[in-house]
C-alpha cells in the first residue's frame, strides 16, 4: 500500500505545482525512481489511474499519464574505493570481494518533468 | 505541440515534505517541546511500551500522546487510562505521516505546556521512514517474535532512526531471536543506532529507556 501513499503525495505537489505555473491540464507527469527505491512501478501507474479521476482531481489531472524512469543504483567499496552496480553485485564488491560497501545511489525518488496547458 | 509547457521540476517526492519538517521542528524547539516519531510493524508492542514508559516519567515531565496508528481510539483511550493526555489523529487510512499531518496534529492538540509529544505513528516500517515528520528523535521498536533479521529486510528505517527499541525479550526462550545479530545487521545499517532491549509486559529495561528520554528532553530545551 506504499504506492498509494506516493501516489498521493505526487498529487499533492503537483496541484502546488501547477498553482505556481498557472497549469490547468496536465498531460503528463514523469517520476524518477532509483533501482532500490523499492517501489514497484506498475502499482503506482494502476493507482495514479484510479486516484487522479477522483472528484478533487480531476479537472487538473484526470486525463494525465503518469510515466517513470529508473535510475541505477551504485555501491562504493570502502576497501578498494571502487564503485559497482549494486543490483548486479549486492554487498560485495565485485573487484576486491569486501562487504565494507555502501550505497551511493539508488534510492531516489523525483519528480521530473511535469508537462501540461 | 507549443500549447503545452514542460516543466522541470527534478526534485525529490519528498522536498517539500522536508521543508515542512524543519519548520516544525524550529516551532518544537521555540516552545520547547520535544517530539519523538516511534514506528513499529503493527503489534510491536508500541501501546504497551508507551504505556510501560509513560507510567515512570508522567510525574517528571508534562507529556503527551498523539495517535495515528490506524483510526480506532482504542489506543488514545489505553494512554488516557493511565492519565496521560491523549488525542486520535484521523489519518483517513494513509499508510503514514507526514510533516504537514504531524503539525496540524500538534496544533490542534495543544502543545504548548508540553515538554514531550510521543507520535505513535501508523503500524508500518516502509513509508513512515520516507516521511520526516518533524520530529527531534526517531525511534523504533522491533518485536522478538518479529526475527532478527528485520534490519536486512527494512534497511530505510534503520537508517532513519536514533534508537532501536527491542521489545518483547520476555519471549526470547521460544523464539530464536539471535541478539547479537540483530545489533550487527542494524549497525551495519546505522553505526550510530543506540539498542535497547525492553520488555514493555515485565518493566525490564524500560528504566533506561526511560533515562534516554528525559536526558533528551532536557537537551531539547536547553
Ligand atoms: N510477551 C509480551 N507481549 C507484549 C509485550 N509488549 C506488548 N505485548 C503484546 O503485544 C500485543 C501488541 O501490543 P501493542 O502495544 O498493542 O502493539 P502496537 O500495535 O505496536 O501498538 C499485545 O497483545 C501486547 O500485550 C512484551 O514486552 N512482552
Ligand atoms: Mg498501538
Ligand atoms: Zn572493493
Ligand atoms: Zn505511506
Request: net charge negative; charged share 25%.
Amino acid at each position: 500500500m506504499h504506492e498509494l501513499g506516493i501516489v498521493n503525495y505526487v498529487v499533492k505537489q503537483v496541484e502546488k505545482l501547477a498553482v505556481e505555473n498557472e497549469l490547468t491540464r496536465v498531460e503528463s507527469v514523469t517520476l524518477e525512481f532509483g533501482e532500490v527505491s523499492g517501489v514497484v512501478p506498475s502499482y503506482l501507474v494502476k493507482y495514479w489511474d484510479w486516484y487522479v479521476k477522483k472528484e478533487e482531481h480531476a479537472a487538473l489531472l484526470g486525463d494525465s499519464v503518469l510515466k517513470y524512469e529508473t535510475l541505477p543504483a551504485i555501491t562504493w567499496c570502502d576497501n578498494c574505493k571502487g564503485q559497482y552496480p549494486t543490483v548486479q553485485y549486492g554487498k560485495t564488491c565485485p573487484y576486491c570481494g569486501s562487504g565494507e560497501t555502501w550505497l551511493l545511489k539508488g534510492q531516489e525518488m523525483n519528480i521530473k518533468e511535469i508537462v501540461a496547458e | 505541440m507549443d500549447k503545452y509547457k514542460v516543466i522541470e521540476v527534478k526534485e525529490s517526492i519528498f522536498a517539500d515534505n522536508d521543508k515542512d519538517a524543519d519548520k516544525l521542528r524550529a516551532q518544537l524547539k521555540e516552545q520547547g517541546t520535544f517530539l519523538l516519531n516511534l514506528m513499529s510493524s503493527p503489534g510491536s508492542g508500541k501501546t504497551t511500551t508507551l504505556k510501560a514508559v509513560l507510567e515512570r516519567i508522567k510525574d517528571k515531565i508534562n507529556v503527551g500522546v498523539m495517535e495515528a496508528d490506524i483510526d480506532s481510539d482504542v489506543d488514545a483511550a489505553a494512554i488516557q487510562d493511565i492519565g496521560v493526555r491523549s488525542i486520535q489523529l484521523h489519518t483517513g487510512g494513509m499508510c503514514h505521516l507526514d510533516a504537514d499531518m504531524t503539525r496540524q496534529g500538534i496544533n490542534e492538540f495543544g502543545t504548548d505546556d508540553l515538554d514531550m509529544v510521543v507520535l505513535e505513528n501508523v503500524g508500518n516500517l516502509v513509508c513512515p521512514a520516507e516521511f520526516d515528520t518533524g520530529a527531534v528523535k526517531n525511534a523504533m521498536i522491533l518485536s522478538v517474535p518479529e526475527g532478527h533479521d528485520k534490519p536486512l529486510k527494512y534497511p530505510l528505517v534503520f537508517t532513519v532512526c536514533d534508537i532501536l527499541i527491542i521489545n518483547k525479550i520476555d519471549v526470547m526462550p521460544y523464539f530464536d531471536f539471535d541478539m547479537a545479530k540483530v545489533e550487527e545487521y542494524a549497525h551495519m545499517r546505522n553505526p550510530d543506532l543506540k539498542i535497547f532491549p525492553i520488555s514493555a509486559k515485565t518493566g525490564e529495561g524500560v528504566d533506561a529507556l526511560c533515562d534516554w528520554l528525559l536526558e533528551q528532553v532536557a537537551e531539547w530545551k536547553k
